[in-house]
């Protein structure tokens, strides 16, 4: 599975968007585009995954650069509960089970 | 409630000691894992199981066994309890092997050997 690199940490105000960032240079054609969180303690939560089109679920946006390349989460409207790491992975699925889990970003929604 | 039932969730044990952390899911998943996950670190694949029957290693498995004798059940044994086996376990299965519904994972067991 190719490597991904995301920002350490970020911050965000309650009720603001939450824009997080993830590079994913090497990806190939048949891998998707994962995102988890884990909160405090808890174990990691699938959030939203996407191959080449922009997706949106009830919890979180994800848009994909048009050469894969990158990605974005977007939080529309992140609370004191998104507070969390967020992992993004890259992974094909088919034939490989392991989910290389990176250390993430931590995200810090501020009142 | 549908999900991924982990016990027990705290554990204690000397060093030598065997114990078995347990695994179980209703949503009748085909896959399951065990994951480790260490101060600072992101999660570290075990083991994992494609179905009943079916085991392999995953990145980390030396002193841990496996079994996957029924669809919902996925127990990791330690053999012979280790200092650096002082980790926080997560279990976690899938629908199936496009994983298109993401992995649930249990609330995880918090083991310190000493």
């Known amino acids: 599975d190719a490597k991904t690199t995301q920002p350490p940490s970020m911050d965000c105000a309650e009720g603001r968007a939450a824009n997080l960032p993830c590079n994913h240079s090497t990806i190939s054609g048949n891998e998707y585009v994962y995102w988890y969180r884990q909160i405090h303690s808890q174990g990691p939560q699938y959030i939203i995954h996407g191959l080449k089109n922009n997706e949106t679920n009830e919890m979180a946006s994800l848009i994909i650069t048009e050469d894969r390349k990158s990605s974005t989460l977007i939080l529309p409207h992140a609370t004191l509960r998104d507070t969390a790491v967020y992992y993004c992975?890259?992974?094909?699925?088919?034939?490989?089970?392991?989910?290389?889990f990176g250390k993430g970003t931590k995200l810090s929604v501020i009142p | 409630n549908a999900g991924v039932t982990q016990t027990p969730k705290f554990q204690v044990l000397k060093t030598g000691q065997s114990m078995t952390l347990q695994c179980a899911q209703d949503?009748?998943?085909?896959?399951m894992s065990w994951y480790r996950q260490d101060p600072g670190m992101g999660l570290r694949l075990i083991h994992y199981s494609v179905g009943a029957g079916i085991t392999d290693q995953g990145e980390v498995p030396n002193g841990y066994n496996v079994s996957r004798s029924t669809t919902e059940d996925f127990p990791l044994r330690l053999l012979s309890a280790a200092p650096s086996q002082t980790s926080v376990y997560f279990c976690?299965?899938?629908?199936?092997?496009?994983?298109?519904?993401?992995?649930?994972f249990g609330s995880g067991t918090r083991l310190t050997v000493v």
């Open positions: 992975i890259v992974h094909s699925g088919a034939g490989s089970y392991q989910l290389t």
């Open positions: 976690a299965s899938s629908y199936g092997q496009t994983f298109s519904d993401g992995y649930t």
């Open positions: 949503m009748n998943h085909e896959y």
